[in-house]
């Protein structure tokens, strides 16, 4: 077990821009680059450790590799904290992992800085990424972003007063079919406008974010997919289905398929 002032030391040196050097203060607090900086709630002296359900989920996921290759897990692990923890890995959450996984504090900051869907500071009960790429800004992300930070009163990076939302700009989420979109938590809010962005944001205020559609993704506009103003114009009757695994048993329905989720 690294010392607590080395364990900081080596987080600290985490990789920016293709070689190795101290990320400095001046890199944002917030961002997922970012280097740790010690808060009162996320320190060398905070405490975490999984709940007694999630070390069932723990036991689960290292169950699916060789006993000699449990740092395959990594990855699961950080979610599986993640969501424990409000939406964010704290540094005692990540030496956790380590320590189950059998590797060294350091292998595991490598992944959690690597990937941005880590989040390595405290985020808003509701995690907002707006994506910025071509087509939805062309679609008008710019306004979706500015009717956000406007309504909830705060910039994209930071998080609100109440602790209610964080906003955060991302690149494509892959739903440009109905951009302008964002996703909230690990949901798909898509086809937005000034004024379903408002509403949702007021839904939200209230805790009633409105449910997933058919398909797992909620456009806001009405539509039940990503057909087009004409409906749908290339599969209009409904093909043959895939042939299921046979140890599926029954369809999974995409609305509620985090339900379904393996661990
Ligand atoms: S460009 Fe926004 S989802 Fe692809």
Redesign the pocket.
Known sequence: MLAATTRRAAFAAVRHGGCWQRPTRALSNFHPLGSHIDTAENNTETYFDFTEENYERVNRVLAKYPSNYKQSGIIPLLDLAQRQNGGWLPLAAMDKVAKIVGVTPMAVYEVATFYTMFNREKVGKYFIQL???????VCG?EEIKKVIEEHVGMKEGETSADGMFTLREV??????A????IQMNDDYYECLTKETTIQLLEACKKGTPPSMGKWGSLPMNGQVSCEGPLGKTTLDTTPPAPKMRSDIKGDVDPASVKAHMGY
Not at 131 to 137: A, K, L, V
Not at 171 to 176: A, H, M, N, R, Y
Not at 178 to 181: G, I, L, V
């Open positions: 994506c910025g790429t071509t087509p939805c800004m992300s690149e494509c989420l892959g739903s440009c109905n951009a302008p979109m």
